[in-house]
């Protein structure tokens, strides 16, 4: 397994320093990714190079709007995630160890030069931030061929690994998965890492933000306008989409958004942000 990045010794147990849990990994355990582990007083990227999922997109499926649309994009899913949303829409490779295949990082470029008209690679599916070593092994030779590097991601980073990886990435979407502090403890994240690394890309890559709308858990007009209104503080033109949950996962009893929740939201959003999409209405 390939030696991990951002961790140091403490006792005799591992302190992860990728994102703000940083946990404390014991011997033969892993962290709460579930992709990282303590082998013999090394922690090791046990998630690296392994890909569950292999699929080609169209780039508005990220979603991303505004870069380079309607263009086909290699997409790829590992396993993991750092955090435990309930209403995930992949809790198969998210919240689970599925079958993988191993896939070195060269082997990856030459699969994703072959792919006719293809823009570049994206890592989604899971929570890609999560294996930051693959990421930075990758994507320089996939920039070196001339494709597009692109996450979709929870954002949940502390600033070390993210300014590591920002110079290899060309475009990501941020799921921006609520604007209050509670919500994101409940899923096992924390709002301020969150605002504070889509704040960061937005500086140095095209960023456009995520908000999927869960009834009774997000979708008030309160928090829309402050989130927005934050958003507008970085910059007016990022693009925020405004997506419909339907039941899955541990909320598989909730019902679908309605459609006129997120009308009303965008028309909330648009007050503070030029390009706000509605998207699964």
Same mark, same amino acid.
């Given at each position: 397994? $390939?030696?991990?990045?951002?961790?140091?010794?403490?006792?005799? /147990?591992?302190?992860?320093?990728?994102?703000?849990?940083?946990?404390?990994?014991?011997?033969?355990?892993?962290?709460?990714?579930?992709?990282?582990? &303590?082998?013999?007083?090394?922690?090791?990227?046990?998630?690296?190079?392994? *890909?569950?999922?292999?699929?080609?997109?169209?780039? !508005?499926?990220?979603?991303? @709007?505004?870069?380079?649309?309607?263009?086909?994009?290699?997409?790829?899913?590992? @396993?993991? #995630?750092?955090?435990?949303?309930?209403?995930?829409?992949?809790?198969? *490779?998210?919240?689970?160890?599925?079958?993988?295949?191993?896939?070195?990082?060269?082997?990856?470029? !030459?699969?994703?030069?072959?792919?006719?008209?293809?823009?570049?690679?994206?890592?989604?599916?899971?929570?890609?931030?999560?294996?930051? +070593?693959?990421?930075?092994?990758?994507?320089?030779?996939?920039?070196?061929?001339?494709?597009?590097?692109?996450?979709?991601? &929870?954002?949940?980073?502390?600033?070390?690994? %993210?300014?590591?990886?920002?110079?290899?990435? /060309?475009?990501?979407?941020?799921?921006?998965?609520?604007?209050?502090?509670?919500? @994101?403890?409940?899923?096992?994240?924390?709002? !301020?890492?969150?605002?504070?690394?889509?704040?960061? #890309?937005?500086?140095? #890559?095209?960023? +456009?933000?995520?908000?999927?709308?869960?009834?009774?858990?997000?979708?008030?007009?309160?928090?829309?306008?402050?989130?927005?209104?934050? %958003?507008?503080?970085?910059?007016?033109?990022?693009?925020?989409?405004?997506?419909?949950?339907?039941?899955?996962?541990?909320?598989?009893?909730?019902?679908?958004?309605?459609?006129?929740?997120? $009308?009303?939201?965008? +028309?909330?959003?648009?007050?503070?942000?030029?390009?706000?999409?509605?998207? &699964?209405?």
């Amino acid at each position: 397994m $390939t030696r991990a990045l951002f961790w140091e010794t403490e006792g005799a /147990d591992l302190r992860c320093g990728l994102c703000p849990h940083r946990c404390l990994v014991r011997e033969g355990q892993t962290g709460l990714c579930g992709a990282r582990r &303590n082998v013999g007083g090394v922690l090791r990227a046990e998630s690296y190079g392994r *890909i569950s999922s292999l699929a080609l997109d169209p780039i !508005e499926k990220k979603p991303l @709007y505004h870069f380079h649309p309607a263009r086909p994009i290699l997409s790829i899913g590992g @396993y993991g #995630c750092n955090m435990a949303c309930g209403f995930c829409q992949n809790s198969a *490779i998210s919240q689970a160890k599925p079958k993988t295949e191993f896939v070195p990082p060269a082997r990856l470029v !030459e699969i994703a030069v072959s792919v006719p008209e293809n823009l570049g690679l994206a890592f989604t599916y899971n929570e890609p931030l999560i294996g930051a +070593e693959y990421l930075l092994d990758a994507a320089p030779p996939l920039r070196a061929r001339g494709l597009k590097v692109v996450l979709v991601s &929870n954002g949940m980073i502390c600033a070390e690994p %993210l300014e590591a990886l920002l110079p290899f990435i /060309d475009a990501i979407n941020i799921d921006l998965k609520a604007f209050t502090r509670d919500f @994101y403890r409940r899923m096992g994240g924390d709002l !301020e890492t969150v605002k504070r690394t889509v704040a960061r #890309c937005a500086e140095v #890559c095209h960023t +456009e933000v995520t908000t999927l709308i869960i009834p009774g858990e997000n979708d008030g007009d309160a928090e829309m306008t402050a989130l927005s209104r934050w %958003l507008a503080s970085l910059s007016r033109d990022i693009p925020l989409h405004i997506t419909r949950f339907f039941p899955r996962y541990k909320m598989a009893e909730k019902r679908p958004t309605p459609a006129e929740t997120l $009308t009303r939201l965008a +028309e909330i959003a648009r007050r503070a942000l030029t390009r706000v999409h509605v998207g &699964n209405v």
